[in-house]
């Protein structure tokens, strides 16, 4: 068993938080409970139709109800290893369980006093058995989700886990049964002829006193503990799965509250409320369980597409660096080695010398940009504020970035009453270079290039304007993401790693600006800056 963090919490229905759409549909379902039972209340001991087939259809779907609920349950548990699901999973199971027997030893269904031999209280005490033990189940997982909140199974002891559980509700529900059967006659009369209705038994004053009090005292406390527990990331209004529960246990407590106190036995206003009551919050709940889990599958997908989308990227990156350094390595092997073994003059060296120094300078640069978006990422990248001439660092730029043989190309309209911002300068000196070197790369030597300044109120807008290649519409924003290069034909054989963009948007961020991109296929493509003066 191991304790992971928060970040490593796998996305479930305990950690997914509920909207106020869903609480206030919660809050809705739990005052129409409320409401039906106080408007049956007058006639709740008046004698209703006599029809064992509604029981069989409501205890059938409530087996069904709580069995898919408890399947979807020790899924969520399966995935995510945390221990309170698998309990919660066995809580549902045995309310599915619990109520076979309890259909089964029903008088006049399948035998006039029920099958397997049972007697008169059996139907009953199996029924205080669901009642106490259900809200008993939920007051649990509360308690243990509290504890073991960041505990998680590996999958092969969830997998046993997923045996043996099923296998000792199971022994429990039998056990429990085979003492609701009471062969020897062991167990206390519990029931008393209705005054209210015509062969009906209903459950003795001490025994409804007994039955109530366990279940409110049970519902209680696990309504409190489950609005205190809502979890470090889930704020105002909780768990999607702590909510419903919240749901289904007022129901439980209103139900039995209106089954014990004021009610004329079985088949009587109130029975029927009661059950009906208590299944449709039952499937209810259900639904809305399951249509959480097709969302946090969706989702899955989703993430899961994404992942194959930045492994695909990554791997197309490493291609692209691997090229990038064996190119510029291969320049420095071949000219050192020429150096070495040839006779050269002083011409020669000099020449081999500087195309040395041209692929380690490269060499370097691709090592900085890996460093540096790593940092940023990191958050360990800090800016090292003062205020900087805008105007003066984009000549600069210019004179550093643009070859000699092709300064003309460069067409330059600045604000002369640019004032100074506050800003990194070496930052922005690396954001104006990758913009210019881009334009420079992805555009025909005779094409010029268009550098513009302008204040606009507080903010500093620079823009830098090819005559290029131009990129498509889709993939305006995906440049700027990690690992991405537009790929066509034009731009196959044009070196680069795709990490420049990503640099020049974290670096903007990172003073408070923004930066896009506007381009027609063809026609080029204008990149805009836009920073704060202050």
Not at 49 to 75: D, M, Q
Request: charged letters at 15%.
């Amino acid at each position: 068993m191991s304790q992971t963090g928060q970040l490593n919490e796998v996305q479930s229905l305990t950690s997914t938080q509920a909207t106020p759409l869903h609480t206030r549909v919660s809050l809705a379902i739990s005052v129409v409970l409320v409401l039906v039972c106080i408007a049956a209340y007058p006639y709740s001991t008046n004698s209703g139709l006599s029809a064992p087939a509604f029981a069989v259809i409501f205890t059938t779907l409530t087996v069904f109800a709580a069995l898919l609920t408890a399947y979807l349950l020790f899924g969520q548990f399966l995935g995510t290893g945390t221990p309170s699901l698998a309990l919660l999973g066995g809580t549902y199971l045995y309310v599915g369980l619990i109520n076979i027997p309890y259909l089964l030893t029903l008088p006049r269904i399948f035998a006039l006093h029920g099958l397997i031999n049972a007697g008169e209280s059996a139907p009953s005490w199996l029924w205080i058995f669901w009642q106490i033990g259900y809200p008993l189940g939920i007051l649990l997982y509360v308690l243990i989700d509290q504890r073991y909140r960041t505990m998680q199974f590996p999958l092969r002891a969830a997998k046993s886990i997923l045996f043996l559980l099923p296998a000792t509700v199971l022994l429990l529900v039998v056990l429990l049964t085979y003492i609701a059967i009471d062969p020897y006659h062991l167990l206390p009369p519990i029931e008393v002829e209705s005054s209210y209705a015509a062969q009906s038994l209903i459950l003795g004053v001490f025994t409804r006193q007994v039955v109530f009090g366990l279940n409110a005292l049970m519902c209680a406390g696990a309504l409190l503990l489950l609005h205190q527990h809502q979890g470090p990331r889930l704020r105002f209004h909780g768990s999607i799965l702590h909510l419903w529960l919240r749901t289904s246990t007022v129901a439980s407590l209103v139900n039995v509250t209106f089954s014990v106190v004021h009610t004329g036995g079985r088949y009587s206003i109130g029975w029927y409320v009661s059950r009906v009551n208590g299944l449709m919050t039952a499937i209810f709940v259900l639904c809305a369980l399951l249509y959480e889990v097709n969302k946090l599958y969706t989702r899955l997908a989703q993430q899961n597409k994404e992942l194959a989308k930045q492994n695909r990227l990554q791997s197309d990156f490493l291609s692209v660096v691997g090229h990038e350094f064996r190119t510029a390595l291969t320049g420095i092997l071949g000219f050192s080695e020429l150096m070495c073994t040839e006779e050269l003059d002083g011409q020669e060296v000099q020449t081999y010398a500087e195309d040395i120094h041209t692929d380690a300078t490269r060499l370097t640069r691709l090592i900085n940009d890996l460093l540096d978006l790593e940092r940023m990422k990191s958050g360990r990248m800090e800016l090292k504020s003062g205020y900087v001439e805008i105007n003066g660092l984009i000549w600069e730029v210019i004179r550093h970035t643009c070859p000699t043989s092709q300064i003309d190309r460069i067409l330059i309209e600045l604000d002369p009453d640019m004032p100074p911002m506050l800003g990194d300068r070496d930052k922005l000196t690396q954001v104006f270079t990758n913009l210019l070197s881009n334009a420079l790369k992805y555009s025909n030597e005779n094409d010029a290039i268009l550098l513009t300044s302008k204040r606009e109120g507080n903010m500093v807008h620079i823009s830098v304007r090819d005559h290029g290649i131009g990129i498509p519409l889709e993939q305006l924003e995906i440049i700027f993401e990690r690992y991405a290069r537009v790929e066509s034909t034009m731009t196959r054989y044009v070196g680069g790693t795709g990490l420049g963009l990503p640099i020049v948007r974290q670096i903007v961020t990172m003073h408070d600006g923004r930066v896009w991109a506007e381009s027609t296929l063809g026609n080029g493509s204008t990149f805009h800056v836009l920073l704060p003066l202050s």
